[in-house]
């Protein structure tokens, strides 16, 4: 098979066998590339038209106990400056962003053990309360089940853990030792069989990632049917074990974003972050190559700079207004609008 036989293998049948993928992987060039975002487009704008789903992103604490060797906020970063947001300070968040016309909020943040099952309950319930036309997605990290169902009992309907990496032993050049491949992938069954909408991703272009790793992750994230699915570019910072490693690139991040549109047509598929990050229009340019949502910033602008995962992220200079009408003039831009709503996965589980 060629390229172009490999791409319409995939839109054809929703998966290629694994010594073909990595082919597609290992050499592509930019017109394969464009070939898949167009068709990955197409797939998209069939199920969702030209509409590009809002979450409001509200970054609950820069504290986290683990060590991830990629991660800014890793608890050994002495340089990082530290907070947490109060539960009256992240209901402010949302009530700001309803007012923007947001209707699902993401809280996520380092692993901190401030925040106690009861204190998430707390958090979750009151925004059940107070707003209750609108998803609640959590992003908090790894956690016990019985932590999960109690989130879910209180009201959470999704939550984004990325897996990271579907090989084992590339996790472990990740992760220090006390953090378990193991452990990750079970939380994202418990996750999944308790109810929650549920994502998962890994970085592109991580340190010592192969192309094998790569299609590891596409079948994985093929067989585990995800609802979400969050990648992005691995961006070195400046204060880890990592800061000398090359970047992940726009390219392949983009090319991925397509193959993942082509395997899982309905999946919700951000434009992250850091795309935006590794180059100005790279959201932009996900929307284009497949992706559906993008998650602004609403968290408070005083805490903004201290959330950094890697160097030079977009967005810390602005206020919850302005993050959204960037976005939403760049979404415009390229002819799309954003969708005022909950945004809900509208996939069975057998068409995909
Ligand atoms: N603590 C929660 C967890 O573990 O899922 C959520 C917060 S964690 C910082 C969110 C995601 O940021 C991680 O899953 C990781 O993929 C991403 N991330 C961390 N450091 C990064 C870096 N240097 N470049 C790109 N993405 C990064």
Known sequence: MDNRERIDTLERDRILPRAELEELLQAYSDGDRLYAASKARAVADAIFGKKVYFR???EISS????????????????????????EDEILDCCARGYTLGYRTFVLQGGEDPWYTDDRIVSIIRRIRRDFPDCAITLSLGEKERGSYQRYFDAGANRYLLRHETASPSHYAKLHPPEL??????????????IGFQTGCGCMVGSPYQTAADLVEDLLFMKEFRPQMIGIGPFIPHKDTPF???????LRDTLFLLSIIRLMLPHVLLPATTALGTIQEGGREQGILAG???????????QVREKYMLY???????????????RVARAVESIGYEIVVGRGDYQGGMEDD
């Open 63 to 86: 504290y986290c106990k683990n060590d991830c060797l990629y991660c800014g906020i890793r608890r050994s970063n002495r340089s990082a400056q530290r907070y947490r947001l109060t």
């Open 180 to 193: 378990s491949w193991e452990h990750r992938m079970q939380c994202l069954r418990d996750l999944r069989e």
């Open 243 to 249: 800061r000398e490693e090359s970047p992940g690139t």
């Open 311 to 325: 160097d030079n992220k977009i967005g810390v200079g602005d206020d919850e207004v302005s993050s959204r009408d």
């Open 291 to 301: 992706a559906n949502v993008i998650m602004p910033n609403i968290s408070p602008p």
């Open 56 to 58: 409001g992103i509200v």
